[in-house]
């Protein structure tokens, strides 16, 4: 088997930048129709995959390789955080600490703010941000909107300085 290089990719599909969409050439690398779309989505991981000379793949990769020539050396972020949003303008490759800050909020998030929870024992709202492998603690708030503040502070300082 071949090594998945750009000039064997584009020899059996295509893909839209705009779209995100990768569409068959070689119906025979698939056993799909030719113009048809490529890959699949994941029931429960929402990404999608694309099966390409017996090896499957996400692709969120396969299109960096298709634009770029070469695979992400890092993680593939999708910016606006859809799964299956696989737009060029939409992807970015980023360290696993950056794709980790553009994740969405836990479920369990009781303040809709990142950094911001409720804390039981002392009934107020705390500040605990994490970024880049450090954490830095803010303090107790009575007020939420005061803790929302101090938590965005302090990421955009991170973002900036560290």
Known sequence: MKELTQELLKSLVSYSPITGEFTSINPS?????????????????????????????????????????????????????????????????VSRAINAQNMPLYKNNTSGHTGVCWNKKFNKWQVLCRANGKQVYGGLFDDKEDAVELASFIYSYIKENI
């Open 29 to 93: 690398s698939y056993n799909r129709c030719k113009g048809k779309r490529a890959g699949c989505q994941h029931k429960t991981k929402k990404y999608r995959y694309i099966f390409l000379q017996g090896k499957t793949y996400r692709e969120h990769r396969v299109a960096f390789l298709y634009m770029t020539g070469k695979w992400p050396e890092m993680e593939v972020d999708h910016i606006n955080r859809i799964r299956d949003d696989n737009r060029w303008c939409n992807l970015r490759d």
